[in-house]
Each structure stands twice: as structure tokens, then as C-alpha cells.
């Protein structure tokens, strides 16, 4: 299977190419708890089969938690 490697200039020349500028970033465990019971995004985790029916509780294992954290890009400082 053919792996695909994260790296540090795709998402800024992709965002760039839309003329887009990352504000900031929260982790995605921040994210989840605050926008989980969003009146959109509570209802799509349930059909991505994130949490269960109903508002129910997250079916990702911890490590999947992570690895979503490890997913997003990073900020990067200007001058790197």
C-alpha cells in the first residue's frame, strides 16, 4: 500500500493557492470539546461514525485521538 508523507510545504502552498492564512490552531481534542455539540458538526461526527447516535460517546480509541492531533499542520514561524 502506497503511504503518503506529510510534508511541511504542502497545506501552506495549498492554502496559499487560495489565498488563505492560518489564524491559529487548536489541537484537535480542544476542537472536538468545543464543537461537538454544534448543531452541523455534532450531527456529521455521528454519521463519520465518531460518536454514537444520539449525541452518544466517542468511538474513536485514544490513538486514533492522537493521531488526529498529529494530522493538522503546525504553526510555523515566518522565518522558518
Do not use: I
Not at 455521528?46 to 449525541?55: K, L
Request: net charge neutral; charged share 30%; aromatic share 12%.
Amino acid at each position: 500500500m502506497a503511504r503518503w508523507h506529510y510534508t511541511n510545504t504542502f497545506y501552506p502552498r495549498l492554502a496559499e493557492s487560495y489565498n488563505l492564512e492560518q489564524q491559529y490552531r487548536k489541537p484537535f481534542a480542544q476542537v472536538w470539546q468545543e464543537e461537538k455539540g454544534h448543531d452541523v458538526y455534532g450531527p456529521l461526527s455521528e454519521r463519520m461514525g465518531v460518536r454514537g447516535q444520539g449525541r452518544g460517546s466517542l468511538l474513536v480509541s485514544d490513538e486514533e485521538m492522537e493521531a488526529a492531533s498529529k494530522s493538522l499542520p503546525r504553526n510555523r514561524d515566518k522565518n522558518d
